[in-house]
């Protein structure tokens, strides 16, 4: 039996997009097919029994939410085995755990995202594209300092994403396996 997560997208930040895990653990539980479900921190990390149709499941997970708290979240699955490999491939070993943050895609960028958003790089900032996860290395002032805001992102990769801490990664890793 492997386990999955189910990211949701920008989910309890800054008070916005309000969905309490506790109350979203019981929905699931209740009216979809999810078994094993957990939530890990209050982002939005859904870990569960890989589902038989992960695609299913995610527009499934996604519909729910809409319809209980209003709040239209992209939901991006990624497997146990998915994120063990992203964390061996990360391309930053060396860079602070506080700076390296994973953004998970829904699938693959648009031609030239990487080449767009590498123009915007302020000094310190280093990215790179693993598979379908952005690996990002922010500057010493963090997320805070970058150009890499939510809406460069989103233009330039033409793809839905969510992103995680190392330290994030590291634990739902653990979690799902």
Known sequence: MTRSVLLLRAVNVGGNNKVPMARLRALLTERTALTGIETYIASGNIVCTTP???????AEVRALIAEEFDVDTPVIARTHEELVESLARHPFQDGEERLVHAMFLEGAPAEGAIDALTARLVPGERLAL??????????????????????????????????????????LAELTG
């Open 52 to 58: 038989d149709d992960l695609d299913a499941a995610r």
């Open 130 to 171: 693993v598979g379908h996860d952005l690996w990002i290395e922010y500057p010493e002032g963090g997320v805070h300092a970058t150009k890499l805001t939510k809406a460069v992102l989103d233009r330039a990769l033409g793809v839905a994403g969510t992103a995680r801490n190392l330290r994030t990664v590291r634990a």
